[in-house]
Every structure is written in C-alpha cells, then in structure tokens.
C-alpha cells in the first residue's frame, strides 16, 4: 500500500487525498440542538463525520444519533424523485415524474379545490423540522387559508403556553447562576445531552439538584440530590402541595409577591388546602420528602425551574401542571431574577439566542382574515387565544366530520400520521382526502398514502440559518450536492408559490433573501455569516436587567404575573383560571391495571427517525417496553420474551424490557415503530383541554406473555 492510499484509508483530508471538510450540522435531534458536525468529503460523498470542535452547542462531541448522520443520509430508502401514486394509498405503486408534473398536479388540484370549496378546505403542514416553517406558514396565509400547522401541535408549545399565561413570556432557567436547579422530568441523557453536561458541571460547582421522575434516569443517578418519584400523571398535584407548604411556612417572597403578581390570595387558599397525607398517598412520594423539597426550595436562592419540551405537558393535565411548576418559580421571587427563570424572546424558529430576527411577524403578516376559525381553535380556546397555527390533534376529526367546513387537501412536510393518538384514526383521515401531498427524504408510511411523494434533502445537502445560545448565529451552506433530484423545503415552497400564482416578493425570491429580510438590525449579514464558516457572536444583543420585565408590565391581562388566569377566565368554557390539579383521563383498572407512559427518549433513536439506520437499530433491534422487575416476576417474564400490550382501543406485540429504572405498576414505551404501533392504544379523545395536547403518557393496559406460536 503506498504512502497516498494510506492517507485516504485513513480519511485524512488534503489536496492529495481529494478530501476536504466541509461545516455542516445535525438536524435529526432536537432542534433546540443542531450540533456542529465536520463531514469528510470525497468526490461528492461524504465518507466521514466528527464533532465540529469549538462549537458553541456541542464542543466537538455528537450523541449517539448524531454519530448515525452518514448511514441515515445514504439511507437506502432515500426518495430521489418526484413520484406519483399509481395503486392503493398505503401500497408501493408510484412512477417517477418530473418536478414540473408534480407542481401542475398540485397547483392545479389546490387552485380548483380553493375555487370549489374555499381556501380553508387547503391544509399545509410542517413536521419536525422548523428551519422553513416562517415560509410555509406565510405561503400558506398568501394562498388565503387559515389552517397551517405543525407537530408543534404535541411538542413544547403547551410548555410556551403555560409560561405565556402566567408570565407573558416564555422563559428559560439560568442555570450557570443558579443555587438551585429543579428539573421536572430530566431525561438529558438520552436526549439534549448538551443540558446534562451543564447539569454536571453545576453539580461540579457545588449547585444542589432536586429531580422530579416517575424513572431513576442516569440525570437522577448521577446528579440528584433529592428525587421525588412521583406517580405519572399526579405531578400538578406534587407541584401544588409544595407550594403550600412554602406559603405555609412563609418561605415566600411576600414582597415581591405584592409588587408583581396577581391572584395570589386565591392561589394560596388552593394550595394550602392540599393534605399532604393524601398528597403522598396520591403522588406515591413519601411525605418527608415533599416536606424536604419545599424547604430546598422555598431557602433556596437563586433557583431555576426547568422541564421537558414534551413529557410533562404530554398528559391529559399538562398544561394546568406545567403552571403549578412554572408558579414555584413565581411565589419565591425567582423569576425574572439572576439564576431563576429569566424572560426569553425567541430569535428565530423558537430558539433564543439573545438577539430579536422579525420571523414570526415574517410567518403571520399576510395571515387572512377569518382565522379564529382554524381547525381545533374553538375546541381548545387557550390554544386558540395564544398560537397562530392549528390544533392538529383535532386534524382528522374535521377531515371525517366535515364540521365546521370540510377540508380536502394537505400539503405537509414530514407527516408522520403515527404519531397521533389513535393512529389508525388519523391514518383513515388521509385516506379520505382528495388530494394529499407529502415532502420527506424516505418512503414512509405516511408518505405510502400521498398522491404526490417529493424527494427533500438532509441538513448536509441545504444551505440553512441557525442560531444558538448565547448570542450566536451560523448560516451552513450545502456539504454536499443534493442526492438524485432532491430539493430542500424552501426551494419546493418557493417554486410552489409561483405556480400557485402568489405575488409574494419574499417567498419568490427563496430562502436567503427572507433570512436577509427577517435579520435585519441584528448587526450581521447573510454574506458575512457564510465568509466566517463558524458561527458568530451577533454584535445587537438584547441586555437582560434584573426584574427588567416584569418591572415595566407583564404581557399579561393584569399586566403582572397571573396565578390566577385573566385569559383562561375570558375562555370561559369550564376552564379554571387557577394552576388546580385534576387527574388524569385514564386510571388504572383491574382490567388494564397499568399506567402506559409513550415517547419516552432512549438513546440510539428519536421519533421515526433512525428506525431504518441498521446501526443505530442494532442497538435496540426490537420493540420493547420497560417494566419493573416485579411486575416481570409476578408475570414470569425474563428479558427478551415476547409480551402483548392490549387495551380497550387494541394490542401491540413487543419485547420485555425488565428494569429497576421503572416503578411497579408502569409500563415505559417507545414510539412510532410500524410493526409495533403504541399510539393505536391511546385514545384519541384523551386531549388537554386547554392545549389541545394528547395524553401520551395518560394512558392505561394489560401486559400478559405471548406463548410460543401464538400471534398477536
């Protein structure tokens, strides 16, 4: 072997090896994330990935996903053309078009859809990405429909939801000057991994750390200082009594209560009412350690609440919990303060970087008139009242009622129809529309229904804007070209516009030229952003001053911090206006004697997204549900048998998972497996009343042993 096929064995990049590097990012996790990756290209192919090093979210290091971005790029199910469907919706029959007959049919199929039964019968949907989502909503505003939407609809806006009807605001924990960090639900191990490394080194520090989890997770093995392992689903109830006990024991901040919050009296007769017997009776946490919690946490300053984007808010009593956890923050005089919960203004897609882009105003200026009749609006009037898109967890229902008016086409980006509850449901839905158009880089079950499939590209194939804390920004260019004749989202919504005959300058003149439009007065520019090839420290950074916000009137009715809902109230509709706890919709039974807890994160896979990455499969290669080791005796089952999940909504074949990281009485399930659908057990009905959100892990079944030969 001579000394150059040495160097390109060893992927080593120079001009001899024909190897470069080029700056890219990971979109397969979270894009609260998007870490920095270096790929090693070689004649167009990318042959090697490494942690960007210096970048300001991950420092050089990737998470096990991210580690599978090559295998996941040249996955063998990419979609490399336009295709249009020619058999059965669900069956494999499509034949390639071209781009200019996939746009005919769909423009042609809109326009007369919109002339026969009106704008509003057109739905544009977006998954989980977010990178284009001010466009897509514009584009579809422009078209003159009210219903855009996104996964959204499940993901993290009933958290916004809850701190904007108390605070007016969003807001985030402020950790690195904190003496104390609450997390409600802390699963940044297996996902967000940058956060449990901040969590390590505020242990470091000597911060002290209270985790509340119904699972001992490695944050709880590694960084708890007190552990309150509660009951899924009784979490408002914990967070309540708490409060109580603070008020009780006058471990408030009465001054700043006084100055900056309204409805407090009412809160506190609520709160102090609360037996802690029953509480711990309810919630399964011993009463000495709700008494301990309350004294960390109402001497302890300065301390910072913090959640996760979804597991919290993902139960039929979400929202009214995530405001009995938000209101700790309020009735210690945390908020707003150095190392409580500060204030956020989002920069761009709902991530804050500590500076203001003008994307929101962008997505919503051109919104047509008419739209508090969107989908889900009147059955969710919070959601309704706060979010500018659609409640899509009321999607199918108005697609199979047809009530209030019927809606006949979807264009949506990444719909994964298996994440709804009661997928089959959602599932029937599409099947009834007349025209469905789905974007997406594989063949996906959802995109097996679609009359039109078009080929997207990966985040190493797109030029794309991203922020990041701390003041910075990053404009990536492609890695690589795109792979066969696939597009990027905002190219396809552009050219969509045109042939929609939109007049849209912005839309027309593609992505950079709304990032150029929507960044202006940041103090940087597109072209300076691309010639740094790292990410820059935006120069107009907006200052944060101690009690800043708060001190100049909240965005709130009242105009202070509301414990007692002015908004909810207006509502009306039997919603309460206080944080008060109410169980969840489904409770255990002796028929279905367990509590089912969906979407919870594992490490080698998020959503559908590495389910047919054979590498990352390899690490879990089967379906399988965690349970207690008890509950594995009882039942005599050992790790690796087959077991039947069944409710009254149906029954999935998995494998069992026996672990001490779960409580007796729980079962523990990742989602969107096709072969093992979980969501076709939740009910579709189990929905937050206030947001709209589904009851993932407000659900309830029975486990029994799959005998040998028998199929489920």
């Known amino acids: 072997m001579t000394e150059l096929e040495r160097k390109i064995k060893a992927k080593i990049p120079g001009e001899d090896t024909g190897i470069s590097i080029k700056k890219t990012m990971c979109d397969i996790c979270t894009p609260l994330c998007h870490c920095g990756i270096d790929a090693y290209v070689k004649d167009g192919e990318v042959i090697k990935i490494e942690g960007t090093a210096g970048h300001p979210m991950n420092g050089g290091v990737l998470c096990t996903k991210g580690a599978n971005n090559r295998a996941y790029i040249y996955r063998e199910d990419r979609i490399k053309t336009p295709l249009r469907r020619t058999g059965e919706r669900g069956g494999e029959s499509f034949e390639p078009i071209t781009w200019d007959e996939a746009y005919s049919e769909i423009a042609a199929k809109l326009l007369g859809t919109k002339r026969t039964y009106g704008a509003n019968s057109v739905v544009f949907y977006s998954g989980y990405d977010k990178w284009y989502r001010f466009m897509l909503q514009r584009l579809a505003f422009d078209f003159g429909t009210i219903n855009y939407g996104a996964e959204s609809s499940t993901c993290f806006t ?25 997390a409600w639900s802390s699963a940044t191990h297996y996902s967000r991994f940058n956060v449990a490394n901040n969590i390590d080194n505020f242990k470091r520090r000597g911060g002290k750390v209270i985790i509340v989890d119904p699972r001992i997770t490695p944050a709880v093995q590694r960084c708890a200082d007190l552990h309150l392992r509660v009951k899924p689903g009784t979490d408002g109830l914990l967070a309540n009594c708490i409060a109580g006990l603070i008020i009780k024991k006058g471990l408030h901040d009465a001054e700043y209560i006084e100055k900056y919050v309204h409805g407090f009296e009412e809160y506190a007769q609520y709160v102090c009412s609360l037996d802690i017997a029953e509480v711990s009776r309810v919630t399964t946490v011993p009463q000495e ?8 946490i109402g001497t302890t300053k300065p301390m910072s609440v913090e959640n996760s984007p979804g597991s919290l808010i993902h139960q039929t009593n979400g929202y009214q919990t995530a405001r009995a956890v938000f209101a700790l923050s309020v009735i210690t005089g945390n908020y707003n303060n150095v190392g409580g919960n500060l204030p956020l203004d989002f920069t761009f897609c709902e ?8 994307d929101e105003q962008f997505a919503v200026e051109t919104m047509p008139s008419g739209y508090e009749n969107r989908v889900g609006a009147a059955r969710f009037p919070v959601w309704g009242k706060l979010i500018t898109q659609i409640q899509c967890t009321d999607l199918a229902r108005q697609i199979l009622e047809g009530e209030p008016y019927p809606l006949k086409c979807l ?19 599409i099947e009834k529309l007349d025209f469905f158009v789905d974007i997406d880089l594989f063949m996906t079950d959802t995109a097996r229904l679609a009359d039109i499939v078009l080929p997207a590209c ?6 794309e804007f991203k922020v990041y804390p701390g003041g910075f920004a990053r404009y990536y260019m492609p890695a690589i070209e795109p792979l066969g004749e696939a597009r990027n989202d905002a190219r396809i919504i552009q050219e969509l516009c045109a042939r929609l005959g939109i007049e849209d300058e912005y839309l027309l003149s593609g992505y950079r030229k709304c990032i150029e439009h929507v960044i202006e007065g940041c103090g940087v520019t597109v072209d300076e952003l691309i010639a740094a090839d790292a990410p820059v420290k935006v120069p107009n950074m907006m200052k944060f001053t101690p009690r800043g916000y708060i001190d100049h009137g909240c965005a709130t009715p009242s105009g202070k911090l509301e414990l007692y809902s002015e908004l909810i109230a207006s509502c009306g ?5 206080l944080p008060k706890y109410y169980p969840p919709s489904a409770r255990p039974s ?17 959503h559908t997204r590495l389910h047919g990455v054979s590498w990352a499969r390899a690490l879990r290669p089967y379906p399988a549900a965690d349970i207690s080791p008890e509950d594995a005796e009882r039942l005599g089952i050992s790790a690796g048998d087959k077991i039947c999940l069944y409710n009254e909504h149906g029954e999935i074949e998995v494998r069992a998972n026996p672990t001490a990281a779960v409580a007796a009485g729980q079962v523990f399930m990742f989602h969107d497996y096709s072969e093992a659908d979980v969501s076709r057990l939740l009910d579709r009905n189990a929905l937050d009343a206030y947001s709209g959100f589904p009851g993932y892990k407000s659900a309830v079944c029975g486990i029994r042993k799959v005998e040998e030969g028998e199929s489920v």
């Not at 002796?590 to 998020?606: M, S």
């Open 158 to 182: 009933a958290n916004r939801m809850a701190w904007m009807t108390m605070t007016g605001k969003f807001a985030r924990p402020d950790m690195p000057n904190a003496q104390l960090y609450l």
């Open 289 to 296: 350690l709700i008494e301990r919690a309350a004294e960390m």
């Open 351 to 358: 991530q804050g970087a500590g500076f203001k882009t003008s």
């Open 411 to 429: 264009v949506a980006h990444g719909m994964n129809y298996r994440m709804f509850p009661d997928s089959g449901y959602m599932r029937r839905a």
């Open 458 to 463: 990966s985040s190493f194939e797109r030029e």
């Open 573 to 577: 509709a039997g919603l309460e206006p």
């Open 590 to 606: 002796e028929e279905f004697p367990f509590i089912l807890l969906t979407g919870v994160r594992v490490a080698n896979v998020i």
